[in-house]
Structures are given as structure tokens and as C-alpha cells.
């Protein structure tokens, strides 16, 4: 069964500072994306890789960083959390052409209130 | 949410009733898939799609590349089906990409 956690699950920041979400996956899979999810827009697309090493501009990119040192995890970086990025954060993993014929498999979320 | 359109946007069930939802697509894709997204927030894949018809147990979906829309069908609704049903169509300008659409909402009422 495809594994993707994500941490924290819940984080509370304060307008200025440094915020880092991490995404570990256990699939193998060369492709992960960090998604935000707020009421009105569904599930938009703010970074995403095609493997280590590698990091892509999504939809709504501007206020984060990603970054993918190996594999298995992907981070999401708030160098300056605003208010405005109070949101849940979904990590997911696929693999285009693999086994999982392209399946996208989602963490659990993190809840970030920006205060 | 503009080039993946869902319908209806809620609907609420009688358990055992009969459901169908709609995703409009009007950005070239080459396969859909098809989310559950259940009240304590976890998304759980329910279908991956190229052109043609799936089934699983009471849910069944189809693609149609052609004319640009995918269906999901609910048999006989119970209420462990309730949550948010999100359709993600492939861009098929960069494969690696999905865009999803604002989700329907379902509850299935006993």
C-alpha cells in the first residue's frame, strides 16, 4: 500500500517567520507535489518534482520554496509566512508510467494557521 | 477551477438511491482520476482513467475523451459515501500535472 506522511499535521506560525512542512514517501515514486487547499479554489498546485534533486513551479508559487534533497521527501518552505497562507497543505506522490498507472497518493495534510 | 468543471457543486441522498457526477474538461487531457475526499479530510483515489469505463463495486466511472467529460456513478448510496468527490484531469501539455476541479460534495442522509 502506497505511503505518503506528512509533519507536522497541525502548526500554528506567527506572521514573519520561517515555516517548513516535510512529506516523506515509501513508493518509490519519482513524482511529488505540494498542494493547498482552501474553500472556493479546491486544490491548487504551489510546487512540484520529478525526482531528487529536482523542483517545479506550480499554479500559485510565489511565497514558497520546495525542495527535494532524495526520493523520498519533498519539504514545502514559507521562508516569510503571511496570514494569507493559513491553509491545509497536501503532500501526494505518483509515478507516471509506473505500476501504479500514474494513481496520485495523498498524505493526510497539514493545517497552518498564520496568526 | 475554470478548466475542470464539476456538477453539481452539492447533492444530498437518500441512502440506497442512485447518483451521477460530472466533470467538464475544456483543457486537452489524456486521463482522469477520479478522488474521495472523506470528513476527517483524507484523500483516497478512487479511479484512474484513460478513455473508456471503470468499476468498482457501486461506483463506476467513465472517460469521455472525445466530448470531454467524465462521469461518476453512485449505486446504491450508503452513507459511508459522504464527502467531497473531486475529478483531477491530466494536462496534456505537461503529463506530469493535474488539474483539479472544485469538487462535489455529497451527503447521504439514513
Known amino acids: 500500500e502506497a505511503a505518503v506522511t506528512q509533519s507536522p499535521r497541525n502548526k500554528v506560525a506567527v506572521t514573519g517567520g520561517k515555516v517548513t512542512l516535510s512529506c516523506n514517501q515509501t513508493?518509490?515514486?519519482?513524482?511529488m507535489y505540494w498542494y493547498r487547499q482552501d474553500t472556493g479554489h479546491g486544490l491548487r498546485l504551489i510546487h512540484y518534482?520529478?525526482?531528487?534533486?529536482?523542483?517545479e513551479k506550480g499554479d500559485i508559487p510565489d511565497g514558497y520554496k520546495a525542495s527535494r534533497p532524495s526520493q523520498e521527501n519533498f519539504s514545502l518552505i514559507l521562508e516569510l509566512a503571511t496570514p494569507s497562507q493559513t491553509s491545509v497543505y497536501f503532500c501526494a506522490s505518483g509515478d507516471w508510467g509506473g505500476a501504479s498507472q500514474n494513481t496520485l497518493y495523498f498524505g493526510a495534510g497539514t493545517r497552518l494557521s498564520v496568526l | 477551477g475554470d478548466q475542470v468543471k464539476q456538477s453539481p457543486s452539492a447533492l444530498s441522498l437518500q441512502e440506497g438511491t442512485n447518483s451521477a457526477l460530472r466533470c467538464n474538461f475544456s483543457i486537452a487531457t489524456t486521463t482522469v482520476q477520479w478522488f474521495l475526499q472523506n470528513p476527517r479530510g483524507s484523500l483516497m483515489n478512487l479511479f484512474y482513467?484513460?478513455?473508456g469505463t471503470k468499476e468498482n463495486g457501486r461506483l463506476k466511472s467513465t472517460f469521455n475523451s472525445k466530448e470531454s467529460y467524465s462521469t461518476l456513478h453512485i449505486r446504491d448510496a450508503q452513507l459511508e459515501d459522504s464527502g467531497t468527490y473531486f475529478c483531477a484531469a491530466e494536462d496534456a501539455g505537461n503529463t506530469r500535472k493535474l488539474i483539479f476541479g472544485l469538487g462535489t460534495t455529497l451527503q447521504v442522509q439514513p
Open positions: 518534482s520529478y525526482g531528487a534533486g529536482s523542483t
Open positions: 513508493n518509490n515514486h519519482n513524482n
Open positions: 482513467l484513460v478513455p
